[in-house]
C-alpha cells in the first residue's frame, strides 16, 4: 500500500538559516511526489511537484525538493528561512491505484525562531 | 475572487444533528474532492467527483453523502453527527483527475458537542 512518512512532528530553525524537511515514501511505480504547506487557518497551498525528469524540482517561495529514487526520499528544502515561512507542511504521493488519489503525510510544523 | 470557497468556515451542533457544508469554485476545474483532517492534522481524502461523477468513495460511513449538483459545486451532507466526526473539513479541485494542481478552500472546521 502506498504510504508517506514525514519522521519529523516538528521543526525549529532560525531565521535565516537553512531548512530541510525529511519525506520518504513507499510506492511500487514511479510516483508523483508533492510538497503543500498549511497556513494557520488556511487551506493547502502546492509548493511544487514532481512527476518525471530532473529529480531537483524548483518550487514556489524559494523552496526546492529533490527526489531520490534508491533512498525512496523527497525532501525539501530552503537556503534561507524567512519567518513568513512557519506552517505545517505536508509531503504527499499521488497512488493511480482505484481512482487517482493523493496520499499526505502528517505533517511536519516548522517554527521560525529570531 | 476566492478559487474555493467552503461554508460555513466554522460549525458547531450537536450529536445527532443532521449538517451540510457547501462548496463552490469557480476555476472552471472538473474533478472535486472532500478531505477530512482530524486534530493530528492527518488529511485524508473522502470523496472525489470528476464532471459530477463519484470517482473516489474512501471507507467513509454511510451517514457521509456528497452531492454534485454540477461541476463548479460539491456539497457535504452529513447525517446523525457524531462526536468522532469532528474535525477540518476541506474541499479542494482540480483539472483532471489528478490532484497535481489542487486547489484547496479555506477549510471548515466542524466541532460535534
Known amino acids: 500500500a502506498q504510504s508517506v512518512t514525514q519522521p519529523d512532528i516538528h521543526i525549529t530553525v532560525s531565521e535565516g538559516a537553512s531548512l530541510e524537511l525529511r519525506c520518504n515514501y513507499s510506492?511500487?511505480?514511479?510516483?508523483?511526489l508533492f510538497w503543500y504547506v498549511q497556513s494557520p487557518g488556511q487551506g493547502l497551498q502546492l509548493l511544487l511537484k514532481y512527476f518525471s525528469g530532473d529529480t531537483l524540482v524548483q518550487g514556489i517561495k524559494g523552496f526546492e525538493a529533490e527526489f531520490k529514487r534508491s533512498q525512496s526520499s523527497f525532501n525539501l528544502r530552503k537556503p534561507s528561512v524567512h519567518w513568513s515561512d512557519a506552517a505545517e507542511y505536508f509531503c504527499?504521493?499521488?497512488?493511480?491505484?482505484?481512482?487517482?488519489?493523493?496520499?499526505f503525510g502528517a505533517g511536519t510544523r516548522l517554527f521560525v525562531k529570531a | 475572487d476566492t478559487a474555493v470557497s467552503q461554508t460555513p468556515k466554522y460549525l458547531v451542533t450537536q450529536m445527532g444533528n443532521d449538517k451540510s457544508i457547501k462548496c463552490e469554485q469557480n476555476l472552471g476545474h472538473d474533478t472535486m474532492y472532500w478531505y477530512k483532517q482530524d486534530s493530528k492534522k492527518f488529511l485524508k481524502i473522502m470523496f472525489s467527483y470528476n464532471n459530477k461523477e463519484l470517482i473516489i468513495n474512501e471507507t467513509v460511513p454511510n451517514r457521509f453523502s456528497p452531492k454534485s449538483p454540477d461541476k463548479a459545486h460539491l456539497n457535504l451532507h452529513i447525517n446523525s453527527l457524531e462526536l468522532g466526526d469532528s474535525a477540518v473539513y476541506f474541499c479542494a479541485s482540480s483539472q483532471g483527475t489528478r490532484t497535481d494542481v489542487a486547489f484547496f478552500g479555506q477549510g471548515t472546521r466542524l466541532t460535534v458537542v
Open positions: 510506492y511500487g511505480a514511479t510516483p508523483y
Open positions: 504527499a504521493v499521488g497512488a493511480s491505484a482505484g481512482g487517482f488519489k493523493t496520499i
